[in-house]
C-alpha cells in the first residue's frame, strides 16, 4: 500500500509541477525516491517522465493553437521565437531533447513553442520522453548513490 501511495503522490506532483513551474518535479521525484525500495525506482522514473510528457503534450496543444493561451506579452515574445526557431527546423530536435534532459531552455516554454512551431507531435513526445526518462532515471538513482558513498 505505500508503494501504490508513492506512486501516486509522484503522480500528481509531477502533474502539478509540469503545469506550475513554482512545484519544482525534481524535488519531488527526488523524495519519492528516497523514501522508495530500489525495486520502486525505474517505476518512479517512467512515471515521471510519463505524466510530464502528457502534461507537455497539453502546452504542446495550446502552442499550437489547439488550446487558447492568454494574449499578453510572454505570448507574444513566445510565438515570436517560435516563429524564428522555425526557420531552424533542423535543430530543433537538438534543443527539444537538450531541454527535456537538462531544462535549458526551459522544458516548459519549448513545448509551447515546439507546438507553435507546428513540431511533429510523434517527434516531440518520443523527444521528450527520451530526455525526461534519462533525467528521471538519473535523479531516482542519487539518493541511493549518496547512502552508497557516506557508508
Known amino acids: ?3 501504490a501511495n508513492l506512486c501516486f ?13 513554482l512545484v519544482n518535479t525534481e524535488l519531488v521525484v527526488l523524495a519519492a525516491a ?4 530500489p525495486a520502486l525506482l ?3 522514473a517512467l512515471i515521471a ?4 510528457m502528457a502534461a507537455k503534450s ?5 502552442g499550437g493553437g489547439m488550446l487558447r493561451l492568454p494574449v499578453n506579452r510572454w505570448t507574444r515574445r513566445l510565438h515570436g ?6 526557420r531552424l527546423r533542423n535543430g530543433s530536435g537538438l534543443v527539444l531533447f537538450g531541454s527535456a534532459l537538462a ?31 534519462l533525467r528521471f532515471s538519473a535523479l531516482v538513482g542519487l539518493p541511493e548513490a549518496v547512502k552508497t558513498v557516506l557508508q
Open 9 to 21: 503522490t509522484t503522480f500528481v506532483g509531477c502533474l502539478i509541477g509540469s503545469f506550475i513551474p
Open 81 to 86: 521565437a517560435a516563429d524564428a526557431g522555425s
Open 1 to 3: 500500500m505505500a508503494m
Open 58 to 62: 497539453i502546452l504542446y496543444c495550446a
Open 42 to 44: 525505474a517505476p518512479l
Open 103 to 133: 531544462g535549458i531552455p526551459p522544458f516548459y516554454l519549448t513545448s509551447i513553442a515546439s507546438g507553435a512551431m507546428r513540431f511533429p507531435f510523434a517527434r516531440f513526445v518520443a523527444i521528450g520522453f527520451t530526455g525526461r526518462m
Open 49 to 52: 517522465a510519463a505524466t510530464q
Open 34 to 37: 528516497a523514501a522508495a525500495p
